[in-house]
């Protein structure tokens, strides 16, 4: 997966559908370009956002700490002009910081709902594998109904919803991993490597010109697309045609995990779907009206490397999932 096209072109707000989802698409090309004024490189993890929005999906990045997971999150929901809340997830955070809970008013003598963090466009958990299991589950309901519930009461989430959570991959002690039913609520994993040695030089040369993280305005970042964008964008993404050949090679994939003997745990039905979706995202923002076999594979990795468990022997011998993945996806026929 790599970044999508850019283009020069003005926006524009013709009146037929197809003039709306192609100005939605040009307004997410300049959410790139506004959020490379803040974030060097992570192409792969600003496409990752893109399409997790356009598929009202989750996403978790992971990467050692410094390499803009928290950065990049700001940066693309300043540009796309969203509500966003960050909750630093750590071992005494209670599900109740998360989702709101109830709070007795000595004025009335009832009790009143005060919102959590959760009630937001992008919601920033960072560090989400440092807070015990508990906790985690608050995050289910909202991730999978778009909900919460406090004392018996459904309460909705604003729409879009997105959960973008962090975790560090090199670091144990102290944390709790996430359960597979939690991590299969996530659409895509996206990986944040850390940057190469020209990329680094430009991080060093921009915060010597003077670059504060913590201040984005003053890095030229502006909103540059709104929710309305993103409704076009995703109204548009679900017209995208998928062939039955297309949507075989998916199933073939997914079922090719599950034999793997290197897998206890192959890729679930959501994995399926996930990676339907996510490759009808990555084939309109190619500007594509139909899925090919190589939106497939390049959307593969991020959209099941985490769906998948290792055998513990497999491990010891240093296989990886996106190894299994790679292995997968070379023998599986590709359709013509």
């Not at 939690?182 to 659409?187: C, S, V």
């Not at 076999?293 to 490397?305: E, G, H, I, Q, S």
Request: charged share 20%; proline share 8%; glycine share 8%.
């Amino acid at each position: 997966m790599t970044d999508f096209p850019t283009t020069q072109s003005e926006a524009y707000r013709p009146s037929s559908p197809e003039g709306e989802a192609e100005a939605a698409r040009q307004a997410l090309v300049r959410v790139r370009h506004e959020v490379a004024k803040a974030v060097v490189g992570q192409d792969e993890a600003v496409t990752g956002l893109v399409i997790s929005l356009l598929c009202r999906g989750h996403v978790l990045l992971e990467g050692v700490p410094g390499v803009a997971k928290t950065l990049l999150v700001r940066s693309l929901s300043a540009a796309l002009r969203l509500q966003t809340s960050r909750v630093q997830f750590t071992p005494d955070l209670m599900p109740g910081d998360v989702t709101g809970s109830l709070v007795y008013d000595n004025r009335s003598g009832e009790f009143s709902f005060r919102d959590g963090p959760v009630f937001t466009n992008l919601l920033l958990a960072d560090e989400i594998n440092r807070t015990p299991p508990k906790t985690q589950a608050a995050l289910l309901e909202a991730m999978e109904e778009r909900q919460v519930s406090v004392d018996g009461q459904p309460r909705p989430l604003p729409d879009p919803f997105v959960v973008a959570a962090t975790q560090n991959p090199v670091e144990y002690e102290g944390t709790y991993p996430l359960p597979e039913a939690q991590l299969d609520r996530f659409l895509l994993k996206v990986n944040m490597p850390l940057p190469g040695r020209d990329v680094e030089l430009e991080v060093l040369a921009r915060h010597a010109a003077g670059f504060d993280p913590r201040d984005l305005a003053a890095a030229g970042v502006r909103a540059v697309a709104g929710p309305e964008d993103l409704a076009a964008a995703t109204r548009a993404v679900r017209t995208v045609g998928v062939s039955r050949e297309v949507m075989g090679y998916i199933v073939d994939v997914v079922q090719a995990t599950r034999s793997s003997p290197s897998l206890s745990l192959g890729v679930s039905p959501r994995g399926a779907t996930g990676l339907l979706n996510t490759s009808r995202a990555w084939a309109w923002l190619q500007g594509r009206p139909y899925v090919t076999p190589d939106d497939v594979k390049a959307l593969a990795p991020a959209t099941l490397r985490h769906r998948m468990q290792l055998r513990p022997e497999a491990e010891l011998e240093g296989v990886t999932t996106d190894g299994v993945l790679d292995s997968v996806l070379a023998s599986v026929p590709v359709p013509r």
